[in-house]
């Protein structure tokens, strides 16, 4: 199955050397508060690499710059899962099995519907095509390693 993962210039060389590794999910959970009852903490879910369906940069309404400052969409990746493992890739349905709460993770966000979620690392070698979005000529170009 084909699929696309964009990243910022600040990510591309781990990727390319390691594989996609470092997506997580989000969350919230409840704990025991010190003087009892509960309260809620926000945790992180390691292990889990986001991924969709549309190759186009303007198809991708997560890459705000509100929280983080770069460019996340200056380098787009052709991502080929393996057909063994396609029972790791979650979409919103598959995924909201696993962290019942999370919808807001997808609902308010145009083009989520394109979204999927891989569970575990990516392979280096699963990266079939990786380019570097050129603003100039308005294009994407092969990757070049700097």
């Known amino acids: 199955m084909t ?3 964009f990243c910022s210039a600040k990510c591309i060389r ?3 050397t390691d594989g996609i590794t470092r997506g997580m999910v989000p969350g919230y959970k409840l704990i025991a508060a010190p003087r009892g009852g509960t309260t809620g903490v926000y945790v992180v879910n390691k292990g889990w690499q986001w991924l969709t369906l549309d190759g186009e940069p303007n198809g991708q309404s997560w890459a705000t ?3 983080i400052k770069e460019n996340r969409l200056e380098y787009r990746l052709t991502v080929e899962i393996p057909e063994k493992e ?3 890739l ?3 349905e598959k995924f909201l099995t696993v962290f019942p ?3 807001p993770l997808f609902d308010p966000w145009e083009g989520s519907k394109n979204w999927r979620i891989y569970r575990g690392n ?4 699963w990266i079939k095509k990786a380019e570097h979005w050129n603003p100039e000529t ?3 170009e092969k990757y070049r390693k700097r």
Do not use: C, F, Q, R
């Open 65 to 67: 710059s509100e929280v």
């Open 138 to 140: 308005n294009e994407w």
């Open 3 to 5: 699929l696309y993962h």
């Open 86 to 88: 396609l029972d790791s």
């Open 90 to 92: 979650y979409d919103k």
């Open 101 to 103: 709460n999370h919808a």
């Open 122 to 125: 990516i392979s280096k070698y």
């Open 14 to 16: 781990g990727i390319m």
